[in-house]
């Protein structure tokens, strides 16, 4: 659906590394700028590992997010299988993408700062603007070329200081519930209300059998 934005991660198949060499990283960042520019699509964060990926997206028309994804996926397969020489070897990604809808408020911001903060929790890096496969380091300077587009939310002067204070524990599990389930995430009125109207009551409902009547 349009105008809603949505945390959107895929993972390789089987633990796959499908960035290997910065060769690889740019690659795929090359496909999402590409991608960009065919599509109506609004890139507002990102963040790469070596076996799976974050973007933070916000599509204007109701059939953008399905249709860009379909393409970036479907390109970055085929130039990996190319690049690497595994044409047929296998599927290079698990399944089909995960990706919830975010509120426009300071939702939005945590979890563009849990994107960008991935490579801190990894361990990967001292600070996360020295990663350089994220939209963290384009603000900075010290990325890629990637067009970023401005989100819902302007972000605070000290953006920086407040993803180096990694979301953990408690404060990360709202975030990682809603991409197991693909809930929406946000306040409960709003989560309800999206989720009837995007038709994902189900994700949102308690997991496990009904208690029986007395």
């Not at 990283?25 to 590409?34: S, V, W």
């Not at 044409?87 to 939005?108: A, T, W």
Request: one cysteine or more; aromatic letters at 10%; charged letters at 25%.
């Amino acid at each position: 659906m349009g105008g809603y934005v949505y945390h959107v991660l895929n993972r390789a198949n089987g633990r796959l590394r499908i960035f290997r060499k910065p060769a690889d990283f740019l690659a795929f960042e090359k496909i999402l700028g590409d991608g960009l520019s065919r599509f109506s699509m609004r890139l507002c964060g990102y963040c790469l590992m070596s076996n799976h990926w974050h973007l933070l997206l916000w599509p204007q028309g109701d059939d953008d997010l399905p249709a860009f994804m379909r393409w970036v996926t479907l390109t970055h397969v085929q130039r990996y299988h190319a690049s690497h020489a595994t044409i047929g070897i296998g599927h290079l990604y698990q399944g089909r993408y995960k990706s919830f809808p975010v509120q426009g408020d300071r939702h939005y911001l945590r979890v563009l700062r849990y994107i960008e903060a991935n490579p801190l929790r990894a361990g990967l890096v001292e600070s996360p603007d020295q990663w350089a496969w994220s939209s963290l380091a384009v603000r900075a300077g010290r990325g890629s070329e990637v067009v970023l587009a401005d989100g819902p939310v302007d972000l605070p002067a000290d953006w920086t200081a407040l993803v180096r204070e990694t979301l953990k524990g408690e404060n990360a599990e709202p975030i990682e519930n809603s991409l197991r389930r693909g809930c929406p995430f946000g306040d409960v009125g709003w989560v309800e209300a999206t989720a009837r109207r995007l038709g994902l009551q189900s994700t949102i409902r308690p997991r496990g059998r009904p208690r029986k009547s007395t």
